[in-house]
């Protein structure tokens, strides 16, 4: 919705306040007034590319030229340096700092000396996050921390409420997950509902998605080979 009204409104809008070359002030005001004082404007820069200024509306990114005339949708790619510029800006805006997420309000398992750190947005009845944990045992020396996301069946909840209200949620956890062994039904004052808002702040999407200890985040699941290897990156 916002791709399609911004680009019918933006340049006209621009246009008609009779701007010959735009700046931050000027773009930002004339995407508030297409998209309305209530929807945020995350950010207006210069890019350094053709003149181009970055607007991010919601976590989704367009361009807008110097003059104000046009704006455009899509990647921008350095040819030369074989770099998509639009993806590694995606990438960095969605970065989180790690230290920041509410540990408490997720299972905590530790595996090995658990020194390496990764959080996952999970839903129970999410096949891929179910593949997942299947990859996890097979790791050590790292700290998962798993956010339960309730997002895609009718007993989401329910299963996700029983986890975290098992003696032990961590088995509960994984004796569902990876052996397919429904948890018990519990009850306990549990933060489930807190969970998903949360992930629901963090733009979270889709399950699994992985934060990293360096707040990089993939959306999606990841065989184990792939999970060392960003490991390893976060790490730097």
């Known amino acids: 919705m916002f791709k399609r009204l911004i680009a019918v409104c933006l340049s006209s809008t621009l246009l008609a306040a009779g701007a010959v070359h735009a700046d931050e002030a000027d773009v930002k005001r004339a995407v508030e007034t297409i998209i309305g004082k209530g929807t945020k404007v995350d950010s207006i820069r210069k890019t350094g590319v053709l003149g181009l200024y970055e607007v991010v509306v919601g976590g989704e990114i367009s361009y807008m030229d110097e003059k104000g ?25 969605a970065q989180i700092k790690f230290s920041d997420l509410p540990l408490d309000l997720a299972i905590k398992q530790v595996k090995g000396n658990g020194k390496r750190v990764i959080a996952t947005f999970e839903d129970p009845n999410c096949g891929y996050c179910k593949k997942l944990a299947k990859e996890l045992v097979g790791m050590s020396d790292v700290t998962v921390y798993t956010f339960l996301m309730p997002i895609l069946a009718p007993d989401s909840v329910e299963k996700s409420q029983n986890i975290w209200c098992a003696a032990d949620r961590v088995k509960a956890w994984n004796d569902w997950m990876i052996n397919g062994v429904a948890p018990a039904a519990a009850k306990c ?17 889709g399950t699994p998605t992985i934060f990293f200890a360096d707040g990089s985040r993939a959306p ?17």
């Open 220 to 236: 999606g699941y990841m065989p184990v080979a792939q999970l060392e290897q960003a490991m390893a990156k976060a790490g730097k």
């Open 189 to 205: 004052d549990n933060p489930v509902q807190k969970s998903l808002a949360f992930g629901q702040k963090l733009k979270v999407n």
């Open 69 to 93: 005339s046009y704006i455009i949708f899509g990647n921008i790619v350095d040819v030369k340096a074989k770099r998509d510029i639009t993806r590694e800006r995606t990438e960095k805006l």
